[in-house]
């Protein structure tokens, strides 16, 4: 008996497309009801989100370029960043995304970028670099505008946070309007690749992780007392001596592609060579550079600092930093300055006499400050600018603080926050012990300031201790407004003694990404059960991002080790904070 009319072999489609309508009813639904979740790490200065949601098909989406934007398909950088962010928002899931099917509502089909003023494409990043946006995503195209190619990048992590899967594996994202800039210009990670190397690919992955959480600036402390691993065209020697080994080294090469690789992310690469302490390894490469400790009237075999009473030593440290100059870009070069051991110049004979000619007495800090000044006014030679560690300030005295303001005023660099020119060079406060107090005392000299004794993220401590991270305000400290325009910024610190690349990511972050909020989002961003919320889910995007991360807390977001996803709705507890 044949049933032609009923069409039975048909059922089964029929049956799928009416569970799809059921399935779409529902999730309208839940669209209708729903109000935005934010998710946005670190939290942008101004957001306003709807509970409308558009949809979007890794098919169909495209990144473009505005008609009036002043960059175009020429800008390799924003380029690259637009297939760079099109695989963090579909890379990861273009295997299982949801059926077509299943998509309810207006579909956005483009983000539209326009920069309005001279793009910056071909451009290294400075300390005045605009990174702000605007960001207003409607269906079906959304707008992403900046004034440079800076505030581009920063706005499509930005908008790659936004979007999420439903529960249908539809890609989704509610309609906002996004104000954003920076709180501070300087924001920075602090790498040593002296005590442990790591290699470059470590340091990509490190780049990849900041731009994740908006950082701009890699304080590359490249070289200390055990290797000298920097490959110096102009000394060869000293890394071919001072390295572990000559495979643990960074080549010419190695370096220019780092350089590239960040400015790619809109981060910044101050390369720190710090003397005249922490220097063991250049004397390996360079002759008569340390001063010969002496045991009594003999010379002991050991030596300390750079000898700052040779001409030989300024001759070498002035064709060393001439050729640095030409090999980072940045405005800056960081000339360390800290934990000078006055022994050893004690000891030695040409020293003592040196001291008793220019007046200094047994004063170790002013011989510390002359070796200083030379170094500082090399820098300014060069067109360069220079970051110093607190001791530098603390030991000099009252009139050479005087002395150094105003040469610095003779090379300034300009400040995108208080639209003035700044003084160098620029202090960096590390020592924890009454770091406001230091903060206080450097702004009221006239020097700016960058904060790092709060953010020793190598000293590791039980428990949830980004959260004391998060806590810092960099500006509580005594001082009029004028004194906390000073303070550029901040860093969080990771120095090498027990880091390598095996565990550098795991140490940085996410507790880093606390450091990375306080220093972008808006003073008044401080509550820590809606930032452990939000750290929870950006740890697991960044999980998505192949970076590698401590857990928060015992319990909560479940990390799936086979598919390196996580599991987003579940209730969350703050209880354990």
Not at 34 to 63: E, G, K
Not at 84 to 105: E, P, T
Not at 274 to 292: A, I, M, R, V, Y
Not at 411 to 434: A, F, N
């Amino acid at each position: 008996m044949e049933h032609r009319g009923l069409g039975w072999p048909r059922l089964p489609r029929l049956l799928e497309l009416l569970a799809a309508l059921a399935v779409q009813a529902l999730r309208a639904s839940a669209i209708a009801a729903a109000s935005p979740d934010l998710r946005l790490w670190p939290m942008p200065l101004s957001v306003q989100t709807t509970p409308r949601v558009l949809h979007l098909s890794p098919d169909n989406f495209v990144f473009s370029h505005s008609p009036t934007s002043k960059a175009g398909p020429s800008c390799s950088l924003l380029q690259e960043a637009f297939r760079r962010y099109y695989d963090y928002i579909f890379g990861f899931y273009k295997w299982h995304h949801g059926s077509a099917d299943l998509r309810v509502g207006v579909e956005l089909k483009q983000l539209q970028v326009s920069v309005v003023l001279d793009p910056e494409c071909d451009t290294f990043p400075k300390i005045s670099s605009d990174e702000s946006y605007t960001l207003l995503v409607r269906g079906p195209v959304a707008s992403l505008t900046a004034n440079r190619v800076w505030g581009v990048l920063r706005g499509l992590e930005t908008f790659s946070q936004l979007i999420y899967q439903d529960f249908y594996g539809t890609f989704t994202v509610n309609e906002s309007n996004i104000v954003d800039s920076p709180r501070f210009p300087h924001r920075g990670i602090l790498i040593d690749t002296s005590r442990h190397f790591l290699s470059v690919k470590s340091i990509f992955k490190t780049l990849d992780a900041m731009a994740f959480n908006k950082f701009n600036v890699l304080h590359w402390h490249i070289v200390d007392d055990p290797s000298f691993p920097y490959q110096s065209v102009t000394f060869p020697g000293l890394s071919k001596k001072g390295s572990y080994s000559s495979s643990h080294v960074y080549t010419p090469n190695d370096v220019r592609m780092v350089i590239e690789y960040a400015r790619l992310r809109g981060i910044r690469i101050v390369p720190e060579f710090d003397s005249p302490g922490h220097t063991q390894s250049w004397g390996e490469g360079q002759k008569d550079l340390l001063t010969p400790c002496y045991n009594g009237k003999e010379p002991s075999g050991a030596f300390g600092p750079i000898n700052p009473i040779w001409n030989t030593t300024y001759s070498f440290l002035s064709k060393f930093f001439k050729e640095i100059s030409t090999v980072f870009p940045d405005e800056f070069i960081h000339l360390g300055g800290d934990e000078v051991d006055f022994d050893c110049w004690a000891s030695n004979p040409e020293i003592q006499d040196f001291m008793r000619d220019k007046g200094f007495g047994r004063d170790f800090k002013k011989l510390e400050s002359f070796y200083m000044q030379a170094v500082l006014d090399m820098i300014s030679a060069i067109n360069k600018n220079s970051i110093v560690w607190q001791e530098v300030f603390d030991d000099a005295s009252k009139n050479l603080q005087v002395q150094l303001l105003v040469l610095s005023f003779q090379r300034g660099w300009w400040h995108p926050q208080s639209s003035k020119l700044m003084p160098g060079p620029v202090i960096q406060v590390w020592k924890v012990e009454d770091y406001t107090q230091e903060q206080s005392k450097v702004t009221e000299a006239g020097f700016p300031v960058i904060l790092s004794a709060p953010w020793y993220l190598d000293w590791i401590s039980y428990g949830q201790d980004w959260k004391h991270y998060y806590a810092v305000d960099p500006l509580s400290f005594e001082g009029s407004q004028e004194q906390k325009k000073l303070v550029i910024g901040g860093e969080a610190c990771l120095w090498g003694e027990y880091v390598d690349a095996t565990n550098l990511s795991p140490r940085l972050w996410p507790r880093a990404s606390a450091v990375g909020e306080r220093l972008w989002s808006h003073k008044d961003v401080r509550g820590l059960e809606d930032a452990y919320r939000r750290l929870t889910i950006h740890r697991c995007r960044m999980l998505r991002h192949s970076c590698l991360l401590f857990p928060l807390s015992v319990d909560g977001i479940t990390t799936l080790q086979f598919t390196k996803t996580c599991i987003f709705d579940f209730p969350f507890s703050t209880s354990k904070l």
